[in-house]
């Protein structure tokens, strides 16, 4: 029989080895990297629990406190609309005054949201991008290794390996 040279098992040996080595660090950089994407993330999501929040409950107060005042001011003004003709151009006015700061208010509390879950969204894609791209190496590695056994194993199998795999063979 033929008998392989012991420097081949050495050899094989000492590459497996290696991407075994390769390997490890490849997860332990992918879990330094979810570690500092899952950091910023916990950051955000704090400065969102500081910020927004408390702003979202004083917009409602306002909100709480503007709408009585709105409905009084609307009942009280069709009770007495005869006596205030004159003066209806003063009570627009004061009307529009309201309602302006109202809707700054909301544009407000708008942009602070829009602003949290675009930093969200941006942390979410970070961390997906993180996480991705090392599990693509690791599977090229993993893929060369495996062509890496077929050689290894012998040319016949090789053969008989990619015909059976037809056009789905890369």
Known sequence: MHEIPQWVYILFTAVTAFGVLLQAAVLLGMLIALKGALGRLDQVS?????????????????????????????????????????????????????????????????????????????ATATLQRTVAAPVRQANAIFNGLRASFDVFRGGRERVAHSAADGDQFV
Not at 47 to 72: C, F, G, N, Y
Not at 96 to 114: F, S, Y
């Open 46 to 122: 704090r400065m969102a629990e500081e910020h927004v929040i408390p702003t979202l409950q004083s917009a409602r107060k306002l909100l709480d406190d503007v709408s009585p005042k709105l409905k009084t001011a609307a009942q009280n003004m069709l009770q007495v609309s005869e006596t205030l003709r004159s003066q209806s151009g003063h009570v627009g006015e004061a009307v529009d005054d309201l309602l302006k700061k109202t809707e700054a208010q909301a544009d407000r509390i708008d942009e602070m949201v829009t602003g949290t879950l675009n930093s969200i969204a941006h």
